[in-house]
């Protein structure tokens, strides 16, 4: 009854392929757009803003561009928490050697250093594949996290070999270091992150996506119809590295404020791509629910016991919430092997026939 | 069915209306690690100090008639993890206990901003002592350089140039915890001729750590210092243990001075020395009373035989220090619920001297200091404890730690800070 078609005719072909074939699509990206821009930063407190809004739209931002490495083009990667660390390094020198450079600016250009690293280590994809090529990018995220440690110059030679975020204004307004405001930086982030989805969407639509979806489903019948492997896969590994490095470099100044190499580590590559698996390899949305689901349930479970009054000791809280959130992801990885984003398709399906299926 | 569902209604009612007796109450949040792979170091910690509150609250109905609330916020030493903490715990709370040097780094510049004083007893950076430049930090009542400085005047006897031509190795923890002695140690080491060799251990390989004792036989230091925390005292025990490293050359710094990890190698870690700023003591006072008012009563989760370790009772001197900083700021302000402001001033005027030491009933734990406003730190130097087999026993004096070296250093270190944060509130109030 929501969500019902019946009326709503095509009579082009635009029509046909427009981005919300629906109307009720459309009119729900709406509200979910209103509640970002409007309702959630008029309503949110600072915890809100800096636990939950602003890392769920940072790690969806991450797993937004290993979801089109895996996911759309079909190379495996555990290498994305070191891709990130390039981003978060690269921003670092450049705001530090050039203090006057726009934030923006330097979040654009820290994604580049990402990419080539990105695309460099993603040249063994084009002899192996699968589990091997995971291997391939293995070796990135341990040499890269080796170099973070050992390559003082990233660092600037601080002591405790660390790097954090200095106060950084951006027209007048301090977007970050520790004097910047949750609402302000909340904003930046959904700014680059709407951004950085709509050209994904774009992308993955359009004839380079549909490049990597051939690359992904049968290389060799992807060569025979005459797609360049090379440049397809390649490019795959660009625009994800380079989203992953826009992402590690909002990781860190827009949310953390400080970093040290750890923090780039394997468990970073892991997480982001559990929230790609449970929210849905080859899907944009899954990205957005899959981030809900492993950075912001956890926080949202480790408060109720207290809001609650269940008195129980926080060490308790935290190897419940471990269980709970595992067995969540076993059950719906059971009820829906293709993701949370697969899980809403096929309500919406029933939406649509609903109440009279047939 | 409709029984259960009314008893449940009941039960969620009486559990609502619980808060509804709130009475004034200062919060004392610890940023506490009783999980993960530095839980073996973190749990008795934690242990101590929820003791010390929740004994103060049995036998003084708190501090001056409020109820002290010691609430912990998980963060198995996650820096991610922290920052939700110090976000979740900071509305109420009077001061923060960030642990982890990298959730400190985090939190430290915030809290300028928040005006919520971080106090990290032993921990944290070793600038953190220019009280001017950190105004809202504190690390009493010794810094890893005054422990870094104590370990080398102990394996020279007191005289740095008997190193001279002498190989030091520095066994750390590849953390921003491990790297803090290194500025001071390679200044030292420039200085009085000797090499120092910092050996990392990984996160990784913290319990595997072959590789390292490899390279340690392969150069035989004269000494090997660790800087180990968790997971890794134990496995850089067992493993000189096993490759026979004599013991007595072998030395911690008060993190890596932990029964638990000792017992482990037990009659084969005799000799093994720490540098510690605190010592059990189980017939002081307040240890007396907790274990009466708190243990006895089955109202701690601490583990039995947790009691005697130097952890635990550590635990209570970090609790003991910020209740303390808390009374002086209710004293100066003549009010009971203070904030946190109030108690950063509190903290600025530590002064635990022997008498007052004795008051608290924590003789004989910890040295006498004071902290003032452009030193937060106090430096009340430490012992050398030396494991016999069975327990940690002091094996010397209080030792100070040499001032002429670190006080510039830290100068240094506060400015290179304040410039790489700029624009960075340097306190003015203190000369």
Redesign the interface.
């Known amino acids: 009854m929501l969500y019902r078609t019946a009326g709503q005719f095509k009579t082009t072909y635009e029509a046909d392929h427009a981005l919300f074939p629906v109307r009720q699509d459309a009119i729900l990206l709406g509200v979910i757009l209103t509640l970002a821009f409007v309702i959630l930063p008029l309503t949110a407190n600072e915890f809100v803003f800096k636990a939950l809004l602003i890392p769920v739209l940072i790690y969806t931002l991450a797993a937004l561009g290993l979801n089109i490495l895996t996911g759309y083009a079909g190379q495996l990667s555990l290498g994305t928490g070191a891709f990130m660390g390039v981003g978060a390094y690269a921003c670092y020198k450049i705001i530090t050697i050039f203090p006057e450079v726009n934030l923006l600016v330097a979040i654009a250009l820290s994604g580049f250093f990402s990419a080539a690293v990105g695309v460099a280590f993603g040249v063994p994809s084009l002899r192996i594949k699968g589990f091997y090529l995971a291997i391939a990018t293995l070796a990135a995220q341990f040499f890269l996290v080796w170099l973070f440690e050992k390559w003082a110059w990233l660092y600037n030679y601080s002591a405790s070999g660390a790097i954090q975020v200095p106060t950084i204004e951006m027209f007048g307004v301090v977007v970050a270091g520790p004097n910047a405001k949750a609402i302000t930086q909340y904003y930046f982030v959904l700014g680059v992150v709407t951004l950085v989805t709509m050209l994904a969407i774009n992308i993955t639509r359009g004839r380079i996506g549909r490049i990597w979806k051939s690359v992904r489903d049968m290389d060799i019948a992807a060569e025979l119809v005459g797609i360049n492997l090379m440049k397809a896969k390649l490019s795959a590994f660009f625009v994800s590295s380079y989203i992953v490095g826009i992402s590690g470099a909002l990781f860190v100044f827009l949310w953390r404020g400080a970093a040290e190499p750890n923090l780039f580590d394997i468990p970073l590559s892991f997480r982001v791509l559990f929230i790609v698996i449970i929210g849905g390899l080859g899907s944009i949305l899954g990205n957005y629910l899959g981030a809900m689901l492993i950075v912001a349930l956890p926080v949202v479970l480790s408060y109720l016991p207290g809001a609650l009054g269940i008195p129980i000791s926080s060490s308790m809280v935290e190897h419940l919430n471990t269980m709970t959130v595992g067995a969540l992801i076993i059950f719906f990885l059971i009820a829906e092997p293709h993701g949370l984003a697969r899980f809403w398709a096929v309500l919406r399906e029933k939406l649509i026939i609903w109440p009279f299926p047939h | 069915m409709r029984k259960v569902l009314k008893s449940t209604l009941l039960a969620?009612s009486i559990?609502?209306a619980?808060?509804a007796f709130a009475q004034d109450v200062l919060h004392v949040p610890n940023l506490?690690y009783?999980?993960g792979p530095f839980a073996t170091s973190g749990t008795p910690l934690a242990n101590g100090q929820l003791d010390y509150l929740n004994m103060l609250n049995e036998r003084d109905g708190g501090l001056n008639g409020v109820k002290l609330d010691g609430?912990?916020?998980?963060t198995?030493y996650n820096?991610?993890k922290g920052?939700?903490c110090y976000?979740?715990t900071k509305?109420n709370a009077v001061l923060t206990q960030p642990w982890s040097?990298?959730i400190t780094?985090?939190v430290l510049?915030?809290s300028?901003?928040d005006k919520i004083p971080i106090l990290a007893p032993g921990y944290g950076?070793s600038a953190m002592q220019d009280g001017k430049t950190f105004e809202w930090a504190f690390n009493p009542p010794s810094s890893y350089w005054d422990g870094a400085s104590i370990l080398l005047s102990t394996i020279s006897d007191g005289n740095l140039d008997n190193l001279k031509g002498k190989k030091v190795a520095l066994l750390h923890l590849?953390?921003?915890y491990g790297?803090?002695p290194?500025?001071l140690m390679e200044q030292l080491a420039a200085k009085h001729g000797f090499t120092l060799l910092p050996i990392?251990v990984g996160?990784?390989e913290m319990q595997n750590q072959s590789a390292q004792w490899l390279q340690i036989r392969r150069e035989k230091p004269d000494f090997v210092l660790m800087w180990g925390w968790g997971a890794m005292n134990g496995g850089a025990l067992t493993e000189a243990a096993k490759t026979k490293y004599p013991m007595n050359q072998f030395l911690g710094i008060w993190w890596a001075g932990h029964d638990a990890d000792l017992k482990l190698v037990g009659e084969a870690g005799k000799g093994y020395r720490a540098v510690s700023w605190s010592f059990p003591n189980n017939d002081a006072k307040a240890m007396q009373d907790i274990k009466k008012l708190v243990i006895d009563a089955g109202k701690s989760?601490a583990a039995p035989g947790e009691f005697d370790t130097v952890f635990y009772q550590r635990g209570v001197l970090i609790a003991a220090m910020g209740v303390e900083g808390i009374k002086v700021a209710q004293d100066k302000f003549g009010t009971k619920v203070v904030t946190a402001e109030q108690v950063r001033w509190g903290l600025e005027n530590l002064d635990f001297s022997e008498a007052r030491i004795k008051e608290l009933g924590l003789d004989g734990m910890i040295p006498p200091f004071k902290t003032t406003c452009a030193d937060h730190t106090g430096h009340a130097g430490a012992w050398i404890l030396e494991w016999d087999g069975a327990k940690f026993i002091k094996a010397s004096d209080v030792m100070q730690a040499d001032r002429a070296a670190i006080d510039p250093l830290v100068e240094v270190?506060a400015k290179?800070y304040a410039e790489?944060?700029?624009?960075w509130p340097i306190s003015t109030e203190c000369k």
Do not use: M, W, Y
């Not at chain 2, 790489?420 to 624009?423: E, I, R, V």
């Open positions: 969620t559990l609502f619980a808060p506490s009783r999980t609430t912990e916020c998980e198995g820096t991610e920052v939700e976000e979740k509305g040097t990298g780094l985090q510049p915030k300028h901003v950076f590849d953390h921003p790297k803090e290194i500025p990392p996160l990784k989760q270190k290179e790489a944060n700029k624009p």
